[in-house]
Nanobody
Framework: QVQLLESGGGLVQAGGSLRLSCAAS????????MGWFRQAPGKEREFVAA????????SYADSVKGRFTISRDNAKNTVSLQMNSLKPEDTAIYYC???????????????WGQGTQVTVSS
């Protein structure tokens, strides 16, 4: 059974930073592309960032480009999201997910974590 566990969320002031981590219980972690999504109250889940299985290719939503950095450690089965210059509009529940291919479409991700809350105060 695949399990993804996010951590690192919390309350931060605008302009601050947080680092989210996602630990995956997958024997074949390095065969999956990984993504981060977020969902704010009353809004649909949206793509934030993705990283290829080898880690040599990344993609970002325009709203976070230049502020967020996704990375992975295949030896530790973890993927991280460094979030800098946070804004109140970044407030959401953040989820990590696995995919068999590079995609920004949530429905194409097959396993999801439970999410971690990020709240940015103004």
């Amino acid at each position: 059974q695949v399990q993804l566990l996010e951590s690192g969320g919390g309350l931060v002031q605008a302009g601050g930073s947080l680092r989210l981590s996602c630990a995956a219980s997958i024997r074949t972690f390095s065969r999956y592309d990984m993504g981060w999504f977020r969902q704010a109250p009353g809004k649909e889940r949206e793509f934030v960032a993705a990283i290829s299985r080898s880690g040599d290719s990344t993609s970002y939503a325009d709203s976070v480009k230049g502020r967020f950095t996704i990375s992975r450690d295949n030896a530790k089965n973890t993927v991280s999201l460094q979030m800098n210059s946070l804004k109140p509009e970044d407030t959401a529940i953040y989820y990590c997910a696995t995919s068999r291919w590079s995609t920004r479409i949530a429905n194409e991700y097959n396993y999801w974590g439970q999410g971690t809350q990020v709240t940015v105060s103004s």
